[in-house]
């Protein structure tokens, strides 16, 4: 093995540790006391405990929380997926002058900062009536659809960006063979388009599941009603008024990433794939 082999080895290793790190810190800090870590500190050894986790969950009520990332995260992911195939489609296989257009135009919401977005939003959302069996607010602000609406507006694009550089790359004749037997559009997309893009569709879908499931700072400016909240804002409530305890935050951190590690170890090989789209030719 050469230096220069040895030195790439050596740096990714020394990377690799760098990232496990933080992980490792957290998951040995859940698993002990306060009491234990306040008298011998972080750095020493012992004190185990798996009553963080029990305290975690009820102390930031996990179950309602869950279940309120789960009814904001799935509809905002499919609908997400199902604009941008959309746009994607027409974007690839039709040619136009306002294309290009249309795909910047559905991109430019990534490239806003939320910040510069945060008050124009929260006075639209704040004056836009609905009815109440759509919202118990009477508007799109302390309400799911609202923060659903925020997410697809701005993960769309990025989507859109990526399903259209698939699907161009799609071969030509597929579609002529599926003219000439009679097929209409509507069929052209969703029983020939669809299915040859499963791959960069788990893909996405494994990263928008995380960054939605993620997302911290529209649920909060959104939402005003504390039973209401996405599960990554409920960590708030493991903060003390006087102190913080650490051990018990990581323990509430530790969980909350469980959903997000298990969609990916599922999707696991879909996403790889789909990832790895064009590395290689033929």
Known sequence: MTAGRWATHAFLLVMALLWLFPLAYAVLASLRSYDYTAQHGYLSFG?????????????????????????ITVPAVLLTLALACAIAFVVARFSSRWNLVLLAVFTAANLLPPQALLIPVFRLFQRVEVPFWFSDSGTLLDSYWGLIIVNVAFQTGFCAFVLSNYMKTLP????????????????????????????PLAALATLEVTWIYNEFFWATVLMQSGDKYPVTSSLNNLRGQFFTDNNLVAAGSL????????????????????????????
């Open 47 to 71: 004190g185990f405990t798996l009553e963080n986790y029990r305290n975690a969950w009820e102390q930031a009520g996990f179950t309602q929380k869950f279940l309120n990332s789960v009814i």
């Open 172 to 199: 030509k004749e597929l579609y002529e063979s599926a003219m000439v037997d009679g097929a209409s559009v509507w069929r052209q997309f969703w029983q020939l388009t669809l299915p040859l893009c499963r791959p």
């Open 255 to 282: 969980i909350v990433a469980v959903p997000t590690l298990a969609i990916y170890f599922a999707l696991q090989k879909h996403f790889v794939s789909g990832l790895t789209l064009g590395a290689t030719k033929g």
